[in-house]
């Protein structure tokens, strides 16, 4: 049972670089989330997803897209990395009824140089 | 909106003694709240939620938690802490209207030493 799979795990771009984080879950759930995880700063959000087609912005977009390509797939894009923008990624997802059991991939670790 | 207040970034603590990790959330209506446990170079993994009814509630790994209306308080609480239980420790909230966007603290780092 894989969960929620995020790819890739490590990535070092330099400043202006584009790039995209890839989360799948198999769980057929509804809602995802794309977090970003910074040093004294807990997790904020970026992006979720409540359901397929739909998307909306969290605590901090700016700098970022998403796409919710299927039920599944919930992608991140970075058009223009920036130093700000290193941080460890995370996704997530969620049941309709799992009120507050957010599931989470493993972490993508991103270094903007 | 909603925050969350975790003040202790850092807890030491002796293998088998108690432990506390303090919460405090704001928020101008009714809330569900979360614990959530990060293992090193892991996801997080709720160990338990309150959203009504009792306001003591037990999750997973013998950790309990505590719904204190009036002082907007959830601390997380262990009688007999193990070293399996060094973690980073989020707490995290969401208003019943819209339970499935949470806030999470700043996160409080458990080390358990011999």
């Known amino acids: 049972n894989a969960g929620v799979t995020q790819t890739p795990k490590f990535q070092v771009l330099k400043t202006g670089q584009s790039m995209t984080l890839q989360c799948a879950q198999d769980?057929?759930?509804?809602?995802m989330y794309w977090y970003r995880q910074d040093p004294g700063m807990g997790l904020r959000l970026i992006y979720y997803?409540?359901?397929?087609?739909?998307?909306d912005k969290g605590e901090v977009p700016n700098g970022y897209n998403v796409s919710r390509l299927n039920k599944r797939e919930f992608s991140l894009r970075l058009e223009s990395a920036a130093p700000s923008q290193t941080s460890v990624y995370f996704c997530?997802?969620?049941?309709?009824?799992?009120?507050?059991?957010?599931?989470f991939g493993e972490g993508s670790r991103l270094t903007v140089l | 909106a909603q925050s969350v207040t975790q003040l202790d970034s850092q807890v030491p603590v002796f293998e088998e003694a108690p432990v506390e990790l303090r919460c405090n959330y704001s928020?101008?209506?009714?809330?569900?709240l979360f614990w959530y446990v990060q293992y090193p170079n892991q996801g997080l993994q709720l160990l338990l939620k309150?959203?009504?009814?009792?306001?003591l509630v037990k999750g997973i790994n013998g950790f309990e938690a505590e719904f204190n209306k009036s002082q907007t308080s959830f601390h997380l609480r262990k009688p007999s802490v193990h070293i399996s239980d060094t973690a980073e420790y989020f707490c995290?909230?969401?208003?019943?209207?819209?339970?499935?966007?949470?806030?999470f603290g700043t996160g409080t780092q458990l080390k358990v030493e011999l």
């Open positions: 997530a997802s969620m049941l309709d009824r799992g009120i507050g059991e957010l599931f």
């Open positions: 769980m057929n759930h509804n809602s």
């Open positions: 997803s409540a359901s397929e087609g739909t998307t």
């Open positions: 928020s101008s209506v009714s809330v569900y």
């Open positions: 309150y959203l009504s009814g009792s306001t």
């Open positions: 995290a909230v969401s208003n019943t209207g819209g339970g499935n966007k949470l806030t």
